[in-house]
Structures are given as C-alpha cells and as structure tokens.
C-alpha cells in the first residue's frame, strides 16, 4: 500500500516536474548526416589492438576530427597503443572527463560478415560493423552532443576526451597513464563507456564495478613426476592444493579468509532500493536458463542480485596437477597450480587482499609462489551524485523514460584508475549506442541508427543539465522526484535478466580484462 501511494505521489509529481518537459532535440537533419557519416568513416579504419592493424592511423584520425570540432588534441605516448586525448576549455568552473576507446576486437570468423567488418553497412535502419557497439558509436555520438551544445554557444562545461587504444587488450598501459597524468585528467565527473539501452529501450547507468583479484597458485615438488608406490614417501602437491583450496571457503558459502569482510562497505538504503527495483522485474526462471543451470543458490531474486551486485567472492578459475587424460596412470604429479579470482566489492582492497591470502595459506603450510596476476579496486557512485542527477534527468528527456540504475556492474573494468589514481570522486558507466542485439565482439556487430542519434541528443541534454548543477554535493532534496522514481520497485513484465545488456565488452553481466 505504501508503495502504491508513493507510486501515485510520483505521477502527480513528474507531471508538475520542469524536468519532464519535452526535450529539444532539434538537431538538424544536415547535423544528423554529417554525424552518421562520421560514425561510418571512423568504422572504415580497421584498429584491432590485438594484432596492431589501423591502429595508428586510427588515432590520427580521432585525433584530427577532434581538432576539426575545435578540441585541441594530441596522441600521447604509454608505452603501447597510444591514448588520443583532447581539451576543450569551455573557461568553465566545471568540468567532464570523457573516457572511450578507438581500439576493437579481431574480426574473426569472418565468413560469418554479412557484410565486410571494415566496410560499414546500413540496411534496415542498423549500422553494420566491427566496432559499430563496442565503441565507436558511443565515441561519436558524444562528440556530436558535445559539439551540438558548443556550436550552439551553450557550453558551460570543460570537456576532456581520453580516447585508448588498448581496452580490448586489457589497458595494460592505463593506470600508469592515469597516474602520470592525473592532474590533467581532473574532472568534477566522468563517462565511462560500457553501458548502452535495455530490452526494453531504456538507457542503463551504472554507477560502479566490482573490483578483482585475480591469482596464481603454484606448488612443486621435486623435479620430476613419481610412481605412485612413492606415495607413503613424499608430498603430493595435487593433494596439498586441494587441502588449502578447501580452507578458503566455509560450508555457508562465505569465504574463511580471516579479515576478507572487514573492508566491505555495507550496502547503503540507496543500493538496496536499486536492488528492490531490479528485483521487481527479475525472473529466477529466466536467470537460470540464461546461465544455463537447474539450480541458483538463492530462491528470491532480491536475494540473488544483492549477491550478485553487493558480495565479494572467492571463485575457483581452475586447477590443473598430475593426470587427466583417456584410461589411468599412477602417478605422484610434481607440480599443481590452481587460479583464483576474488570479485570485491567497494572498500575492499585488492593488495590487502593478497596479503590476508597469503598469510592464511603460509599458516596452513603453503610454501609455494602465490601471483598477483589482476589486481582491480571497486568502484561505486551515489545515485545522489550531480553526475548521477544530471544523467538520469536527461535520460527521462530523451527517452521519455526511466533509466535502469543498477548500483554497479558485477564484473570490472579499469575505473578505479579514475576514481582513485586521478582522484575523479563520481564516475560512472552511461550513455552507450549498443543493445542486448548489438553483437559486440560477434560477426555481424551493429547499432539501430536511431541509438545512435538518441545517445546524441542523451550528451547533449546530459552535458546541459549537468553543467547547470551545482558542483557538489547535491542537498539531499535535488532531483528526489526523478530519484524516487527510478528507485521505485517496478511491476512491469520481468525484463530477461543479466542479458549482455548493452552488447558491449563491459556490460554489468560481462567478465571483462583481465578475467
Ligand atoms: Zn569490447
């Protein structure tokens, strides 16, 4: 009942509300062209990070349309792929860092193109190409919006464009770019790419990641395999690791490393309402046949995503020792390596991770190498945030709908490099082209042309609204109305859960770089 009249205040309100009004999105049609167009050119330069193809022509390129929309740009070394950056300084109190990248994934198999992937296509309303979701189209319908806004005399807001070249590699260059850099990157707020529309044609924010450890596990003994009549005389490394493996986990579930939970932040009432209102159109069905299991280890979807979204985990990647071929063979293998990867979750330190690690294996005998191989902090948002506000404000303008605020992906991806190295307090993932059929990564990657111009018009009305917001932070009554509205549980036909849902590397479901 209570959440029925609540339900019914917001209506009154939002109708009331000078941030329904309708947007103004009168780009002209000329303006339209010349972005498509742009988009296409830029698909037509191959720059796949894995092998290095068209990627330094590719930057030039960026950098040169950058410098054409008057942002001074320049490419800038990291020791590999290199990063375009671009300026422009509005001599405003305030400032936006934009984060995309100009690199994508190899094309392969490519007999399964409809059409070559470096030779964009429109058919049926879709562009057509690698590259087209995962990233390019999101990169260039923020220029356009930004650009809109300029050419119009209304930018109030310092803009900062850093464009990589290797996230499709893992940014093996980024953080120690960030941190060279961090003064120059400083912002008020920043865009992260990786988010994109729903099923159901509503634009997600998500307002953090999950953080990773990931490791190697090594144990040896001897040089060699034995025969397994030695077995009475020596250490079995298979045995040993399978021995401390176990004394990870509890029986419940939780991880027994002892100090793992201290650091975690428990989620606030902000975070649980988003949670409340993913539940509310969360189908454990549906979740199950889209991991494909009979089984999940929660019966109620709050319960499911709380997990999903707010727990750390200890997970068992693989373990590899000894014999594991057709028929048997007796033997003492000498070696076994196991990889680990732990998600955390915010406050939760990946270093100090490690290190509770360590010492609870060395304590149980462990005297073989542990590796860091991954280490990644969380990161998280407050949906109170201006950059928070200013999105879902703009969102409700262009889409004439609520946006899809999920409290954080619950993989990772390198946002921690911003929100810890340069000190960028909110920073969140929105404002994408791709949808749950955008293919990315896939033969056949593509973005319905009437995304495009919407993530358009979303830059334009979003750089507006936040520009306009005071710095931070916001009182706790500022956009409340919209606020509300979003975090209210909806009763709407269960959306497919945990879907790709923007078709990009970096969808809150997805296990992006390193793991
Ligand atoms: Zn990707």
Not at 200 to 225: F, H, N, Q
Not at 406 to 421: D, E, H, I, R
Not at 444 to 457: G, L, P, Q, T
Request: aromatic share 8%; glycine share 8%.
């Amino acid at each position: 009942m209570v959440r029925f009249r609540l339900r019914q205040r917001n209506a009154r309100e939002n109708s009331r509300s000078p941030f329904i009004r309708p947007p103004n999105l009168a780009m002209s049609s000329g303006s339209r062209e010349k972005a498509l167009d742009d988009y296409l050119e830029f698909l037509r330069h191959p720059s796949v990070s894995a092998t290095g193809e068209g990627i330094a022509e590719t930057a030039e390129y960026l950098r040169d349309l950058l410098e054409d929309m008057g942002v001074a740009a320049r490419l800038e070394n990291t020791g590999g792929h290199p990063v375009v950056f671009g300026e422009y300084d509005a001599g405003a109190k305030k400032t936006i860092l934009v984060y995309n990248h100009y690199d994508v994934q190899p094309v392969d198999p490519l007999n399964e193109w409809k059409y070559p992937p470096f030779s964009p296509t429109v058919e049926d309303g879709h562009v057509y190409a690698r590259g087209a979701s995962d990233n390019k189209g999101t990169l260039v319908a923020r220029l356009y919006g930004f650009k809109r806004l300029q050419e119009e005399g209304k930018l109030a807001l310092n803009v900062k464009f850093l464009f990589e070249g290797e996230e499709e590699i893992g940014s093996p260059h980024l953080a120690d770019y960030v941190r060279a850099n961090a003064k120059k990157l400083a912002a008020d707020g920043m865009l992260m790419e990786g988010s994109g529309i729903d099923s159901k044609g509503r634009p997600e924010i998500v307002l953090g990641v999950k953080g990773i450890l990931y490791v190697e596990m090594r144990l040896s003994a001897g040089t060699r395999d034995l025969h397994s009549s030695s077995a009475p005389l020596v250490e079995n490394p298979a045995w040993t690791t399978v021995k401390l493996l176990n004394s990870l986990m509890s029986p419940d579930g939780r991880v027994a490393i002892s100090g793992f939970y201290d650091e975690v932040e428990a989620p606030d009432d902000d975070v649980k309402k988003m949670i409340e209102a993913l539940a509310s159109e969360t189908d454990l069905e549906e979740l199950k046949s889209s991991l494909g299991v009979q089984e999940l280890r929660f019966s109620s979807p709050r319960e499911a995503l709380m997990a999903l979204y707010t727990e750390p985990t200890c997970n068992l990647d693989g373990v590899h020792s000894g014999y594991g071929g057709p028929g048997s063979k007796t033997v003492i293998p000498h070696e076994a390596v196991a990889k680990i990867d732990f998600r955390l979750v915010p406050n939760q330190d990946p270093y100090k991770i490690f290190d509770a690690l360590k010492a609870h294996l060395e304590n149980r005998g462990f005297r073989g190498q542990l590796i860091n191989m991954g280490p990644e902090y969380p990161a998280r948002t407050s949906p109170r945030s201006p950059l928070v506000a200013a999105l879902v404000d703009s969102a409700n303008r262009v889409y004439g709908k609520q946006p899809l605020l999920v409290p954080n992906s619950a993989g990772t991806q390198p946002m921690w490099v911003f929100t810890k190295l340069a000190g960028i307090k909110d920073a969140v993932s929105a404002i994408g082209v791709g949808s749950p059929s955008s293919r990315a990564h896939s033969p056949n990657e593509n973005v319905r042309v009437s995304d495009f111009y919407k993530a358009i018009d979303h830059t334009y009305e979003f750089m507006k609204a936040f520009q306009a917001l005071p710095r931070a932070p916001l009182p706790r009554r500022t956009f409340s109305r919209n606020l509300r509205s979003v975090l209210r549980p909806r009763s709407s036909t269960p959306r497919a859960p945990l879907q790709p849902p923007a078709g990009t590397a970096s969808a809150p479901t997805a296990t992006p770089a390193p793991c």
